[in-house]
């Protein structure tokens, strides 16, 4: 059975974008690039809403990521290789390497991707996230060390979960990756 796992970059106070958008000027070095690199070998699919999406594919697609800096061309080649399912009811159609389903049919999409799946399924995007905080087995956050006061939450409003650290791994940048499991 697979893993549902939560995994995006937030800011120290807990946003995964400012007031403004993006983690304001915060890049990962090449220590944290490559660990992204990684945990995307490891990931069986990808499952983002429209608007993630959209910002994956516009940069990471981009002819000159494959030629870029190495870690960064990795990346784009590893990130072009791994399923990726769009969730949106907006978008007619999705680029070649990418699944559309309907918002209505999350639940029920995932739940069985997770019975058909042996790997990691890694949800990334709040909206969807929050949409499938019922499934998610894992929260990896990597912490960057920065504060927005506010924005997008990591998390929505007024959720209740009971977690377990099971990972920790700092960087020499500041960023800490942190891994929790759903216990209960």
């Known amino acids: 059975m697979g893993t549902l796992s939560y995994t995006m970059s937030i800011s120290l106070d807990g946003y995964i974008e400012g007031p403004t958008g993006g983690l304001a000027g915060v890049e990962p070095d090449e220590e944290v690039h490559r660990f992204a690199n990684q945990q995307t070998r490891e990931a069986a699919a990808f499952l983002f809403g429209r608007g993630l999406y959209e910002v994956m594919e516009e940069f990471w697609t981009a002819p000159e990521r494959a030629d870029g800096h190495e870690v960064e061309a990795e990346f784009a080649r590893e990130y072009a290789a791994t399923p990726r399912i769009v969730f949106s009811d907006s978008l007619e159609s999705v680029a070649p390497g990418c699944r559309l389903v309907r918002r209505a049919d999350a639940v029920d999409e995932v739940v069985r991707l997770k019975k058909e799946t042996d790997g990691d399924l890694a949800v990334g995007g709040a909206g969807l996230a929050a949409s499938l905080l019922d499934l998610i087995d894992e929260f990896r956050p990597s ?42």
């Open 143 to 184: 912490v960057v060390p920065v504060v927005l006061g506010g924005g997008k939450p990591y998390l929505p409003p007024g959720a209740d979960l009971r977690l377990r650290l099971v990972e920790q791994r700092p960087f020499r940048n500041g960023t800490v990756y942190l891994r929790y499991e759903r216990v209960g």
